[in-house]
């Protein structure tokens, strides 16, 4: 396959965010960050795929800003971001659906993630936040089980934005990461990048992506 200009470009953006992050750069992190979703949505992927690359550029810029207004903006935005991911992959799956035990395994691990998720966090958040993170918690934990329906790239990428969103989490809210930022924008940054990949009309064949 050809590689896309648009892969190219996002590579090129990713790079330079991270950078500014290293060395302290406002003014390009400011620059480079809402340019990372409008470059994926040059891939030319499916409606669905991008309403939710366009509510993860709210989030992004929401987010930019400090205080408890601005995270509950960027989290509303990412959570229809992955209510259209959800949508996405419920209405086209590429493996045949599971039954059985994969079911309930999924399901555990569901439960188990938001109970543990909200566990640790909830004695960190005050009241307006509590039930909006509780929410996002079910959301994601759904979309990340759908993912699997996509093969392995978004299946892949899901589990990354889970992480880049626990790691979120704990640095805002219970105590601050080594390097968070950093860590915390380069599982991001390649969890939308798998998740398109694998929602792409031509990586949509059971058993190549």
Not at 141 to 164: D, E, K
């Amino acid at each position: 396959m050809r590689w896309p200009g648009w892969l190219s470009g996002y590579l090129a953006c990713v790079l330079l965010h991270l950078l500014s992050l290293a060395f302290g750069w406002e003014w390009l992190r400011y620059a480079s960050k809402p340019l990372l979703m409008a470059i994926l949505l040059l891939a030319g992927s499916r409606p669905w795929v991008n309403a939710a690359l366009f509510f993860s550029w709210l989030g992004d810029v929401f987010l930019m800003g400090a205080g408890d207004l601005y995270f509950m903006a960027g989290l509303s935005s990412f959570l229809l971001a992955h209510i259209c991911y959800i949508v996405f992959f419920y209405r086209r799956q590429t493996r045949p659906a599971t039954t059985g035990r994969w079911n309930l395994y999924a399901l555990g691990g569901m439960g188990l993630y938001v109970g543990l998720f909200y566990f640790f966090l909830a004695p960190h958040l005050n009241n307006m936040l509590k039930l909006p993170v509780f929410v996002y918690a079910c959301v994601i934990a759904i979309m990340f089980v759908l993912s699997r329906r996509m093969g392995n790239y978004c299946w892949t990428g899901a589990a990354l934005f889970l992480l880049s969103d626990s790691l979120l989490a704990i640095n805002s809210f219970v105590r601050p990461l080594p390097a968070a930022s950093f860590l915390i924008m380069v599982t991001y940054a390649a969890a939308q990048l798998l998740i398109v990949w694998g929602c792409l009309p031509q990586n949509q064949r059971y058993g190549t992506n």
